[in-house]
């Protein structure tokens, strides 16, 4: 980590993804290749490749998954000492099932982390030791509907984050909401952790599926300690809202998608770049769609690259016009001259 950067600190499950080679079925695989992936992880692992000083708290099984997870955020720059390990409950895995049909490629999910060590999360992973010192000592904390939902008492921890946090800490909630994880679960701890929430990412569809709406002036109605509001309409554009009254719109990207699973926590990264920058709410949006677009260009649930600082800038300065024709594809990315992503 950054000595000189209050760090971004991000909490939730990372799992161990397999994914048959070929594309093929998983009645038909015989191979299988492997990644790391988890929301909150994903978000952490972009935040440091851009720069962005990045700590990840969580829970891992005492096992091989768990150290394969160690050794990627090792990878990335992302600071994870405060991670503890559980000797009894294994790390998370799940299987991406990408098939290849005439309509292109299908993606299925298949998650095998019920009764996980991140599932025994509880508020003493928070409040005591290194950790708690790590999250008053931070700029930023983020975590996401997911890790609410991972099991209840995971759920009561997340909702009082904002005693742990230091008072000049921003705490960043994606809603992230799956209606499956919450079946026959009392959603109330959800709904307390985006009511602490300085921050709050949600897509408008989910936002209507919890909240029956999506009006960021009941938004802000709702929960006072609201001051950002970042509302994304599927692939047609996001917009921050502010509690002053301060509306920004930017336009997805045209992108070729190979693949969407990772594209959230992409954004969610681009858009925390830009704020950490000091960029203004246009930037930072436009970031986060750039982000997102390298999670969609190919498979995986991280982006393939990152932007540089000058590519940064680049995309900051850009006009709406020459914005509105980029396209982003695997072969060259609009604001690097020509180049091809590797």
């Given amino acids: 980590m950054d000595p000189h950067g209050a760090p971004h600190v991000t909490i939730g499950e990372a799992m161990v993804v397999l994914y048959p080679e070929g594309h093929r079925p998983l009645a038909e695989a015989e191979a299988f290749g492997s990644d790391v992936g988890g929301a909150e992880f994903n978000v952490a692992t972009s935040l440091a490749r851009l720069g962005v000083p990045t700590a990840w708290l969580s829970r891992l099984g005492d096992d091989g998954f768990g150290e394969r997870i160690r050794n990627a955020a090792a990878e990335y720059g992302v600071d994870a000492s405060t991670v503890e390990r559980d000797a009894t409950r294994p790390t998370g895995l799940y299987i991406k099932e990408s098939t290849l049909g005439p309509a292109g490629h299908t993606t299925r999910m298949h998650y095998y982390r019920r009764g996980s060590a991140a599932s025994a999360i509880g508020f003493e992973t928070f409040a005591t030791g290194s950790a708690a010192a790590l999250l008053r000592s931070a700029a930023l904390v983020h975590t996401s509907g997911i890790t609410a939902a991972l099991a209840p008492s995971v759920a009561s921890a997340v909702a009082r984050l904002r005693e742990v946090v230091g008072p000049g800490t921003v705490l960043s909630v994606d809603l992230n909401f799956r209606p499956r994880l919450w079946q026959d679960r009392d959603t109330a701890a959800l709904d307390a952790l985006v009511g602490r929430a300085d921050l709050l990412f949600a897509g408008r569809d989910e936002a209507e599926a919890h909240f029956g709406h999506a009006d960021p002036e009941r ?91 000058a590519e940064r800038a680049r995309i900051a300065a850009a006009s709406d016009d020459e914005w509105s024709r980029w396209r982003v594809h695997a072969g060259a990315l609009p604001w690097r001259d020509s180049e091809a992503v590797s």
């Fill in 219 to 309: 938004f802000f109605a709702g929960n006072p300690q609201l001051t950002t509001l970042v509302l994304k309409d599927d692939v047609r554009a996001a917009a921050v809202h502010r509690r002053d009254g301060g509306v920004s719109t930017v336009p997805c990207l045209m992108v070729d998608v190979v693949e969407p699973v990772g594209a959230g926590d992409a954004f969610a990264a681009g858009f925390l770049c830009g704020r950490a920058e000091g960029r203004d709410d246009v930037a930072s949006l436009r970031l986060g769609h750039a982000l997102a677009a390298l999670a969609l260009i190919a498979h995986g649930d991280r982006p393939v690259t990152v932007p540089s600082r």
